[in-house]
């Protein structure tokens, strides 16, 4: 230490001191917290030490243990189903669809194709022939594909839906029927002869041309096979269908076409007809009553004039419905032709997926890139297609943002010095988290979490930004460790002293992301879920592993190896650096000046226990600064003992052997102490800051009421495809949302008629709802089911007014009286089943248009059986369905005459077009107005809930913010007691909480400047903004908590150690961000890779710039203190005017101190390279700060020894 002054001198009987010097004064007193945090310090300690010793075993099994996990991505799922993915888990929309498809099944009745035609540019008129024949080109060319799969050949006809394709007990008029029945093509070309085009079924007959609807005339060919075969039942079932000529009577597009036939209107005077008066009031199928498209499903952009007639349409839409994959599959079943090929739905669905993808393909090329109009094609293949590739891990990125990362971590950690660089560390770090990373996900596959978009597009960089925080702050604290820590305790130091900080933020993270759970969405659910295990992986990781490869790097240094390139010694070995003695004069030492010898006071006093003398340096040193230190006040003058001095003469050290270049010296630990630190806590700058801090706290709060709720299926698909133009265009045009109002069991339908058809008329005059014509009946199942009952009896009140219809017999009756015949007469009792006479006292439909209860489920029966065009247009759905039941009018047996009863019935829907529906209020308005119809209908009696995509996707805004609220809120409490329990302090527990609050509702306003929707993924990442935030915060916190001084001094201490790992974690979170970028996906770019940016920022700022000025001012008091505290007739003498550094004592003593003045020469020897043996200098006794009972902070004390502190 210094040459020991002669100690007989000194009275061997001086009294000892008194206890008011005791070695460390706790503000206040010995509190639980300390004992709590120095226990839980020293179970790190003890870890890391473990980990030390034995830190070949343990990377070795912690490797092992993190690869195991990884391969369980080898059974890793990718949902790309969207209901699966967005649906509420719990929610009703899911009991509801969980009802659907426990009655109905797993799938969809039809799939759609459409065609949509706009001008180029957008805004012209189409409603032209002109216009009309090239979305006819378009249209044919996507209505003949083919493709050949398993040696068939596919076309339209063969997988196209068919609606309520008749039986006939002729076999031969089946066959025929059954090829030429009609596609369902809503098309604006119906309106026109042209339309028959897009129907390719043919039949043939001996003696006549092919059979196409091109040229078939019903009415005509009925006429020709009359005399061969009974077809009245067939002739009465067009009829009431209000087929006629079908495309036969229409009029020609373009008249001059050679095979526009001569029953077309403009035939003869071959002029081009008014297309905007013919499709007014929209189109029809083949047939008039049971196929009528609205204007609304083919033309988008209209006006009209004065009267309401339609006078120009900007958009055209024809739509092309295909069956089912199980559809398919059951149609084709026992089929011969592919009785050979083992068909099953799996084929099916691929036969399906092929023609989709070439429907779509040449749509597109149809017209000529110089075309005046364009063509944009979809399909529900298309869709999955999007959702597929939206969800495909992109190698090239994941590889490019780890190598980018690894890059990153190697450059920041390496050093002139070679002692002091940890380019190899970083590299492994990276490389560990990278493997902690694959382990998460495989873990989260071995427990069933299934993957999707948000897992393979985000969570790898997230994971690895947030992951590679803890590496850098890890390797820092290893750098500076207290000189004199013993070797075999590096490891555990450094665990100690950040140990905390690191489970403190991996806590919380894997706290936030588990509350992010809450939000119901299954993709958002799962995308949290394995972001929390992720975490507690790299959590894992960090803790056990990474310390053992900063053990083995330890070995390298003391094998003085280079870094890296560890095979390879270092240039720079153990120097000694000679500091020779120079008295002073005036008690003053120059700035500048290398040597460390110096007059000083201190004070002996005898210790009669032991009987020895002990000679103290007093702790408490004034400070004075010469002008050119930027520490020009207390804040920047730390009083400390002659070890302060020694730690800031040791950063002038001019000969040390390995010298490097000057700005290699500039560190970000150096920039925060001598550049922003001073800066930031001025007086002015502070009330800058909070000023600042307030108006952008302000501004977000009003950002917050721009924000807007939503998230359409155009922020997913990438801009500049097709498929975002056919999208942007779907929803200016046709905003058309197909839904169903579903009635369920539990309520007896045969007495709840009339509180149906009211349940209809609620839902019915709902804003959203599209109206039917005027001229047209209401299209539902219990309308059509009247209407046929009211058409069968009033066939047979004429049947029998005119005597062709008896008690006895209906032969002589229509096949309508017939049908009525039967039904009239059951009893529904099963012992006397007929009653002949009821024939002409009861009536199907009573006079409030209700059916008789008692023949409601035989009458059920009948219509689904002899109306199968009606019951297609209805969409009924029944579930359990009716049983088959055949009419044979001239079968006038018994058994023929009894109706079976259909089973009560447990499903059936009404159906319904929403239009309108723009924005998400809008969406959000019309599920309020339906469900409060159901509502009211529940209190009738009927259960009834809607079904449709605006249901299955939209409802989750009904109580999005609520949940978001009470997310936040929860989290925020959670976060507090975290931060109270391992920092036991719930002061600095509140400032925490304080600032990442304002970070949440920052962000949250900076996304309604940004134009960012709030949807359930926002949600998802504004939930974890908290515990994000906590990475940039509670570093600075605990610094500030465990350091000593003014509090000024504190927040300046704190910054100097924290700046930098701080710093270089939200680098390394921004370049794992930034492989983002590379998405094709825009939605990846502005709901993550933007918001997760201004996260980023926003905590940057928070923690290095807002945190520490509130500490500075509002921050709890140090929980211990100097180790000294000056006796109040202890004073200092006023420090001189010059620029020297001096320290003074008053003259004036306690009583139990004598004054002894030594020259006291100190030999610095720099900090030991890691385990290097060093030699003494000489005899003289060495000075160990560890002799010192003084309390510096390991934990948060540079080399430099600047700051005073301790740890706790």
């Known amino acids: 230490m210094a040459q020991a002054s002669p100690l007989g001198e000194l009275s061997l009987s001086y009294p000892a001191p008194r206890r008011t010097a ?123 594909v083919q493709v050949s799969l398993y040696g068939k050949s596919w076309d339209l006809n063969k997988i196209c839906y068919k609606s309520g394709v008749p039986l006939i007990e002729n076999g031969m008029i089946e066959r025929m029927i059954e090829k030429l029945f009609p596609c369902v093509i809503l098309t604006p070309l119906d309106c026109f002869w042209e339309g028959a085009k897009l129907q390719g079924g043919s039949a043939y007959l001996p003696g006549r041309p092919d059979i196409q609807w091109t040229n078939l005339d019903p009415e005509q060919l009925l006429e020709e096979l009359g005399p061969f075969a009974s077809l009245e039942g067939f002739r009465e079932l067009l009829d009431k269908a209000q087929v006629g000529q079908a495309y036969m009577g229409r009029p020609c597009l373009h008249p001059d076409d050679i ?56 958009a055209l839409q024809s739509t092309f419905l295909l069956m089912s994959p ?84 190697c450059v920041t950690m390496l050093r002139w010095d070679c002692a002091q660089s940890q380019g190899a560390v970083g590299l492994a770090g990276v490389l560990l988290v990278a493997l902690a990373v694959a382990s998460g996900l495989g873990l989260c596959a071995l427990l069933g979490i299934t993957f999707n978009a948000a897992t393979t597009q985000v969570l790898p960089f997230l994971a690895l930004g947030i992951g590679v925080d803890d590496i850098f702050l890890l390797a820092h604290a290893f750098t500076e460790s207290p000189p004199g820590t013993p070797l075999q305790e590096r490891t555990g130091e450094c665990l100690r002293r950040m140990g905390t900080s690191v489970a403190l933020t991996s806590i919380n993270n894997m706290v936030a992301f588990f509350m992010a759970a809450l939000v119901p969405i299954p993709a958002l659910r799962a995308f949290s879920l394995q972001v929390a295990i992720v975490v507690g992986c790299n959590f894992a990781a960090v803790m056990l592993v990474f310390p053992a490869i900063l053990s083995l790097d330890l070995h390298r240094r003391h094998c003085q190896r280079l870094d890296v390139l560890c095979c390879f010694s ?25 040597h460390l010898t110096t007059t000083v006071q201190a004070f002996t006093h005898y210790e009669a226990s032991s009987q020895h003398v002990v000679t103290i340096l007093p702790p408490q040193a004034h400070l004075v600064p010469p002008p050119s230190d930027p520490f020009s006040s207390e804040l920047f003058s730390p009083r400390g003992s002659t070890r302060d001095l020694l730690g800031q003469e040791e950063g002038t050290r001019q000969k ?116 039917p014509p005027a001229t047209q009946a209401p299209r539902t199942w219990l309308h059509y089911y009247r209407n046929w009952l009211q058409g069968i009896q009033a066939a047979f009140d004429q049947d029998w007014a005119s005597g062709r219809i008896t008690h006895n017999s209906y032969r002589n009756g229509s096949e309508d009286g017939a049908l009525a015949y039967k039904l009239l007469i059951q009893t529904g009792d099963a012992q006397e089943p007929l009653n002949f006479s009821q024939l002409t006292t009861r009536k199907l439909v ?45 079968d006038t047996t018994g058994e023929n005459l009894r109706i079976p009863p259909a089973q009560p019935l447990e499903f059936a829907q009404f159906p319904f077009l929403l239009h309108g529906l723009q924005k998400t209020a809008d969406f959000v308005e019309a599920i309020e107005g ?37 997310a936040v809120c929860i989290l925020l409490v959670c976060t507090f007691l975290i931060c109270a329990v391992l920092l036991l302090n719930p002061w600095t527990a509140g400032l925490i909480v304080l600032v990442l609050a304002m970070m949440t509702v920052e962000l949250f306003g900076i996304m309604g400047f940004l134009g960012i929707k709030l949807s359930a993924i926002p949600v998802v990442i504004l939930v974890a903004s908290i515990g994000i935030g906590v990475e940039f915060t509670v570093h600075v916190a605990l610094g500030f908590l465990i350091t000593q001084g003014s509090r ?74 100097q180790m000294y505290k000056e006796s109040p007739e202890v004073l200092s003498p006023a420090a001189p005017p010059g620029g020297g550094l001096r320290w003074g004592l008053s003259p004036t003593l306690p009583q139990s101190f004598a004054r002894m003045t030594t020259s006291m020469t100190v030999a610095l020897h720099p900090p030991p390279l890691p385990g290097a043996y060093v030699h003494p200098a000489s005899d003289e006794p060495t000075w160990s700060l560890a002799a010192i009972p003084a309390a510096t902070d390991s934990g948060n004390s540079s080399s430099r020894g600047s700051c005073p502190a301790i740890t706790a």
């Open 1048 to 1121: 000024n001094l504190r927040a300046a201490c704190s910054l100097e150690h924290t700046f930098a790992p701080v710093t270089d974690g939200a680098i390394s979170t921004l370049l794992g961000l930034l492989m983002l970028t590379g998405s094709s996906f825009d939605f990846i770019i502005r709901y993550f890779f933007v918001v997760l940016t201004v996260l980023t920022l926003l905590g940057l700022l928070h923690g290095l710039v807002l945190l520490p000025v509130l500490l500075s001012i509002l921050g709890p008091p140090p929980e211990v203190v």
């Open 656 to 771: 040390a052997a390995c010298k490097s270049l000057p700005c290699a010296r500039w560190t970000l630990a150096h920039f925060a102490r001598y550049q922003f630190a001073p800066l930031l806590l001025q007086s002015h700058a502070k009330a800058m800051v909070l000023v600042l801090f307030g108006a952008l706290l302000g501004l977000s709060l009003y950002g917050t009421t721009l924000v807007q709720d939503g998230l359409a299926l155009t922020d997913v698909v990438p801009r500049g495809t097709k498929e975002h133009a056919f999208l942007s265009t779907q929803l200016r045009y046709f905003s058309l949302y197909e839904v169903a109002l579903v009635t369920q069991d539990g309520f007896d339908y045969a007495h709840s008629q009339r509180a149906l058809f009211d349940l209809h008329q609620r839902f019915s005059s709902l804003k959203a709802v599209l109206p």
């Open 930 to 966: 339906a469900r409060a119809a159901c509502a009211e209908a529940g209190q009738a009696g009927v259960h009834a809930y809607p079904s449709g995509s605006p249901f299955l996707f939209w409802e989750q805004y009904l109580s999005l913010r609520r949940c978001f609220l009470l």
């Open 259 to 314: 095979h526009c036939p001569s029953s077309a209107p403009n035939h003869h005077n071959r002029q081009a007809p008014n297309v905007a008066q013919e499709l007014n009031n929209g189109c029809h199928g083949f047939s008039h009553k049971f196929m009528h498209w609205q204007e609304e499903l083919l033309l988008g952009g209209m006006s009209r004039d004065s009267q309401g007639q339609l006078q120009r349409a900007e």
């Open 570 to 594: 270092s240039p720079c070995s153990a120097q000694v650096i000679q500091i020779l003695p120079q008295e002073l004069g005036d008690r003053t030492v120059p700035v500048g000046v290398a």
């Open 846 to 890: 009573d006079k409030e248009g209700l059916i008789p209860p008692e023949l409601f489920y035989m009458g059920l029966t009948m219509w689904v059986s002899s109306d199968p065009l009606g019951l297609a247009a209805s969409q009924a759905n029944f579930y359990p369905p009716p049983p088959e039941w055949l009419h044979d009018k001239y």
């Open 326 to 409: 199980r559809q398919l599959y059951e149609h084709f079943r026992g089929d011969y032709q592919i009785h050979d090929i083992g068909w099953s739905e799996e084929q099916a669905g691929t036969v399906l997926q092929a023609w989709q993808r070439r429907f779509v393909q040449l749509a597109q090329e149809a017209l000529p890139e110089n075309s005046s109009q364009q063509i944009h094609a979809f399909s529900s293949t298309t869709l999955d297609d999007i959702l597929h590739a939206f969800s495909e891990v992109s190698a090239a990125r994941v590889v490019g943002g780890y190598l980018l990362m690894l890059a990153y971590a």
């Open 22 to 144: 005791a070695p460390q004064i706790v503000s206040g007193s010995l509190k639980a917290p300390l004992w709590l945090r120095a226990y839980f310090q020293g179970l790190l300690f003890s870890l890391g030490c473990s980990i030390q010793k034995h830190c070949g075993k343990v990377l070795f099994l912690g490797l092992l243990a993190f690869g195991a996990l990884a391969l369980g991505l080898r059974i890793a799922t990718i949902e790309t189903d969207l209901e699966q993915l967005w649906v509420e888990v719990g929610s009703r929309v899911s009991q509801e669809l969980h009802y659907t498809k426990e009655k109905l099944g797993e799938e969809a009745a039809y799939t759609s194709q459409m065609l949509i035609q706009t001008a180029r540019p957008e805004g012209e008129n189409l409603l032209t022939p002109e216009a009309l024949g090239l979305h006819l080109q378009a249209a044919l060319t996507a209505s003949k």
